[in-house]
């Protein structure tokens, strides 16, 4: 994970999460999931903030809505379910990862980069 970078939600995320952000919805852009996942991360959200390993899963539905989970690891229920009336994200599924280390800002990645 050489390059990072800063969503002003004060979370980092790295080169292959910007190329998403940068190339869904054909060119549209997705940095709307970054800011999603970020503002989880904050005071308000007691149950994010204590897992340090998050699996955040985004599936897109065939009438465009999406449902955006957060599960401490795959075999455990979703701490968080946000329903996202409408987008036009590519993908049907797009998986990331949140690592929060103590005194370091939560970072997020693709699967492959972790």
Known sequence: MDELYKDFTGVLY????KHI???AAGGNGAYWLIT????????GYPQVQ?????????????DRSATLTMQPDSDKPAVIT???????????????????????????CQPCEY
Do not use: M, N
Not at 14 to 17: K, L, M, N, P, S
């Open 14 to 17: 790295t080169a292959g999460v």
């Open 50 to 62: 204590a897992e340090e390993f998050q699996l955040w899963t985004l599936r897109v539905h065939p």
């Open 21 to 23: 952000a940068d190339t």
């Open 82 to 108: 946000q329903t996202i009336p409408w987008t036009d994200f590519d993908e049907e599924v797009c998986e990331l990862y949140v690592l929060r280390t103590p005194g370091q800002k939560p970072l997020i």
């Open 36 to 43: 999603a996942i970020g503002s989880f991360q904050g005071r």
